[in-house]
């Protein structure tokens, strides 16, 4: 069974900063082969698109609500991908999770077939 695996999460105060990674585990999911995006989900919200990686890492997608404060990036020799988040707002707290794909357009769900469980972000005013 692959999973997917997020670390980083944490509690930080409104402008500070974090850094999310999301690796492979159990049978060896080589990331490389695989879009890889980061989606949220806020209490009493729909999960959300946040920010997406083509497999070379040429192409990069990012929502409004995040263009210009995070940065998707991936080294495919470590098999992880990295959500670097500043700036980082209250409305920004949610359930943080990654996802690996291969077909479609990387801003929807429904294009990735491994999902992690989630890591918490939680940002203080």
């Known amino acids: 069974q692959v999973q997917l695996v997020e670390s980083g999460g944490g509690l930080v105060q409104a402008g500070g900063s974090l850094r999310l990674s999301c690796s492979a585990s159990?049978?060896?999911?080589?990331?490389?082969?695989?879009?890889v995006g980061w989606f949220r989900q806020a209490p009493g919200k729909e999960r959300e698109f946040g920010a997406a990686?083509?497999?070379?890492?040429?192409?990069?997608y990012y929502a409004d609500s995040v263009k210009g404060r995070f940065t998707i990036s991936r080294d495919n020799a470590k098999n992880t991908v990295y959500l670097q988040m500043n700036s980082l707002k209250p409305e920004d707290t949610a359930v943080y999770l990654c996802?690996?794909?291969?077909?479609?357009?990387?801003?929807?769900?429904?294009?990735?077939?491994?999902w992690g469980q989630g890591t918490q972000v939680t940002v203080s005013s």
């Open positions: 990686i083509s497999r070379s890492g040429t192409n990069i």
């Open positions: 996802a690996a794909g291969q077909r479609g357009g990387g801003r929807v769900e429904s294009n990735y077939d491994y």
């Open positions: 159990g049978r060896t999911l080589s990331m490389s082969q695989y879009r």
